[in-house]
């Protein structure tokens, strides 16, 4: 990794880029890891648990000479970031982010970062609904994926250097179109934060004493930081209305059967569902 | 509990069968329990692991001199099931059911059982997707609750010897009327259940490889037995249609927040979710 970069500078040292630092500093010596924050007291926190070798609260000299600029704020921010920084970036330095969206970031940030700048969108999926600089680990991107969204207009050769240093870190690089990207995980991540949203809402006052621990599984993610679901949600609009489209759909398919007591129908969709997920998880027993 | 019954005969040794059982023999050595199977491999399952004393496959031997009958077979036979030992059931006898439904059940069961035989209907909410006597454990009621639902029918002894009973064994006994038991189930365990069901059916084949433990968890019950969760849902098609209409209203408001973009709408959609998630598992931190 010393070779692919000498000097990296994450903006925004929480879990996500703090875990970055984290895991650059534990198998490169020679690459130094400037972190960027917004209080002194996350920067003097990074420095402590040595996710950075160093840090400042100015995003512009801490992106002077860095070969590679990670924005890690929050998905909401990493947009005017860019526009922030863009005349303070060193030419010919690779600039990603690891925002949980991709399109609306990835089209903002191609707008406004000048020629001679490489952008690569990025999004490694790990954690993403834990926060703070004191959760992030140095192996929280260990077998885990990480998607890079080129475009047309992206280098190959940053490309071929941000996939292989999310691979020294430990990822599986997958790559997807910005598009691709959104339609996904609006329906692996973005469409249950929603549904399980709605199946609290939807509970009444005396059913807390009887929830079990199937309730208390599938609700799970509505337990995420509300400002950063926000976040998602809106800069993932479309996806998010499509995938809730495909899944009202569903819905419907499942009640139509229940309501005409078509036991061979609901079995069939009931067993469609448990095959394809027995498939994803084999070893993941339900409980209750 | 050796005062309460002397003879417990338990019709389906099975999960919640079989833990009854070595709960019982557990706690008191003098109460007797006979265990009626299906298949005589489930019978001597039962008598080796030690959940019954003696086993038979023809019911109405196993429930004769019984003076608690307690029927724990698949939700979908129980009614069957009473409606066949319903002459052979002795005098005075208090026959109870473990279903995971109410309403339909209590009203063929108090129609079938005859004048003289106590019926009260029952739920312990404790491991209902998982199955087989191999899963069962004299521990599995310690702290669960036990909804018990009688009716204006239900002789009021019966159901005082029946709360100590599964207060004996453990469980938190809890009162509600059949219609209020089933509302209630539909909105934290069938809802859920239906809604994971169809989390999983919006997936799209590529959509697989980006599955985080979010998605994982949201869909875990998906994996129950689907004969078993074909029996639940048609035996409470009422109650579950109207949770699924008040799921449907919550996700259409979610839906016009995320549409219009009204970022304040959403928040505070989220936050109350969030919130009276966070009041029911103050210690389950959320995951990707």
Do not use: Y
Request: hydrophobic share 45%; glycine share 10%.
């Amino acid at each position: 990794m010393g070779q692919l970069f000498e000097r990296v500078c994450i903006v925004g040292v929480g879990l996500i880029g703090g875990s970055m630092g984290l895991a650059v500093r534990s198998r490169e010596k020679t690459c130094r890891v400037v972190g960027v924050g917004h209080r002194k007291t996350s920067i003097d926190r990074a420095l402590e648990t040595g996710a950075i070798d160093e840090g400042t609260l100015d995003a512009a000299e801490g992106i002077k000479d860095a070969d590679l600029v990670v924005l890690a704020t929050a998905v909401g921010l990493i947009a005017r970031l860019g526009k922030e920084i863009a005349s303070s970036l060193p030419k010919g330095c690779i600039v990603t982010d690891v925002g949980s969206t991709k399109s609306e970031i990835v089209a903002s940030l191609e707008a406004v970062l000048p020629a001679g700048v490489h952008f690569v969108g990025g999004h490694p999926i790990a954690g993403s609904e834990q926060r703070g600089i004191d959760a992030a680990r140095a192996d929280l991107f260990q077998g885990k994926v990480c998607v890079l969204t080129p475009t047309p207009r992206t280098d190959p050769h940053a490309m071929r250097r941000l996939a292989d240093f999310w691979t020294a870190l430990g990822a599986r690089v997958v790559t997807l179109s910005p598009v691709e990207h959104d339609a996904t995980l609006a329906r692996t991540s973005h469409l249950p934060h929603v549904a399980a949203a709605a199946l609290i809402a939807s509970l009444r006052s005396p059913d807390t004493a009887f929830a079990g621990t199937g309730l208390r599984d599938t609700t799970r993610v509505a337990s995420g930081d509300v400002e950063l679901w926000c976040d998602i949600l809106l800069t993932n609009r479309d996806a998010v209305l499509d995938a809730m489209n495909v899944f009202t759909a569903e819905m419907e398919e499942l009640r139509r059967a229940v309501e005409t007591g078509d036991r061979k129908q609901l079995a069939s969709l009931l067993a469609a569902a448990r095959a394809r997920r027995d498939e994803l998880w084999s070893n993941d027993s339900p409980s209750a």
